[in-house]
C-alpha cells in the first residue's frame, strides 16, 4: 500500500512569488493535517480536515496561506507571496479511523525562500 | 495550552551504550502519548505510543512509560546501535483533537 505521498520534495523560490505543495493520503484515510517544521524544531499544525472540511485552521496564517481538499482525497497548500521566514519543510499526514491516534507521515515538501 | 518538552539535543554515544531521552508534557486531562523517529532522509513515523496511564509503549527494543504523577514519557533503549542514529519526537495528542503536539526533538547519533 502507497504511503502518504508528496511533491515537490524541493522548492526554491524567490520571496513574494507563489508556491504550491500537493499531497495525496494514505487511500481511505478520512483526516488529512499539514504541519510546518522549521529547522532543528518539531512540526506544528498549521491545518486539519476531515474530509473535505477544513475542522482546525487556527494556526494557518490566513493572510498568505490558503489550502484547499475539494474532493476529501488530495489536498494543496499554496503560499503568496512567500517570505523568507517562510523557509521550512512542509509535512503532509493522514490518519483513518482504525488508525488509533497513529499519524502517517509523507516526506515533506522543503522550501527555500531566497 | 498543551506542550511537551523533550531533553535537547544532540544525543553522543557508543554502540551498545545505554539510551535514555526525557519528555515530560503539560496538557489538560490525560493524553496519548508518541515517540515518533525521523530517519535521516526519510518522513516521521510512528516508534511507540500509550494511551493511559502506567501503559508501556516498546518497539525495536526502545520503552517508554506513561508516568501520570510525573507527566513524563521517556524513551529509553537497553543497547543502541548504530541505525538508530536520527531525531527522536515526543508528542501527544487528545481523542476529540485528533492532531499532534510534538516536542522540539532530540538527535541521536551512535557512534561505532
Known amino acids: 500500500e502507497a504511503g502518504v505521498v508528496q511533491s515537490p520534495r524541493y522548492k526554491i523560490i524567490e520571496k513574494k512569488q507563489p508556491v504550491a505543495f500537493w499531497c495525496n493520503p494514505i487511500s481511505g484515510h478520512n483526516t488529512l493535517y499539514w504541519y510546518l517544521q522549521n529547522l532543528g524544531q518539531g512540526p506544528e499544525l498549521l491545518i486539519r480536515y476531515e474530509n473535505e472540511e477544513a475542522v482546525d485552521d487556527s494556526q494557518l496564517p490566513k493572510d498568505r496561506f490558503s489550502a484547499e481538499r475539494l474532493k476529501g482525497v488530495d489536498s494543496t497548500l499554496k503560499i503568496q507571496p512567500a517570505e523568507l521566514g517562510d523557509s521550512a519543510v512542509y509535512l503532509c499526514?493522514?490518519?483513518?479511523?482504525?488508525?488509533?491516534?497513529?499519524?502517517?507521515f509523507g516526506e515533506g515538501s522543503r522550501l527555500t525562500v531566497l | 495550552g498543551d506542550s511537551v518538552t523533550q531533553m535537547e539535543g544532540p544525543v553522543t554515544l557508543s554502540e551498545e551504550a545505554f539510551l535514555t531521552i526525557n519528555c515530560t508534557y503539560t496538557?489538560?486531562?490525560?493524553?496519548?502519548l508518541f515517540w515518533y523517529v525521523q530517519y535521516p532522509g526519510e518522513g516521521l513515523q510512528l516508534l511507540l505510543k500509550?494511551?493511559?496511564?502506567?501503559d508501556k509503549g516498546s518497539n525495536k527494543g526502545f520503552e517508554a512509560t506513561y508516568r501520570k504523577e510525573t507527566t513524563s514519557f521517556h524513551l529509553e533503549k537497553g543497547s543502541v546501535q548504530v541505525s538508530d542514529s536520527a531525531v527522536y519526537f515526543c508528542a501527544l495528542s487528545f481523542a476529540g483533537r485528533r492532531a499532534l503536539t510534538f516536542g522540539s526533538g532530540t538527535r541521536l547519533q551512535v557512534q561505532p
Open positions: 500509550a494511551t493511559k496511564a502506567d
Open positions: 496538557a489538560t486531562g490525560y493524553p496519548s
Open positions: 499526514a493522514s490518519t483513518g479511523s482504525g488508525s488509533s491516534g497513529e499519524l502517517f
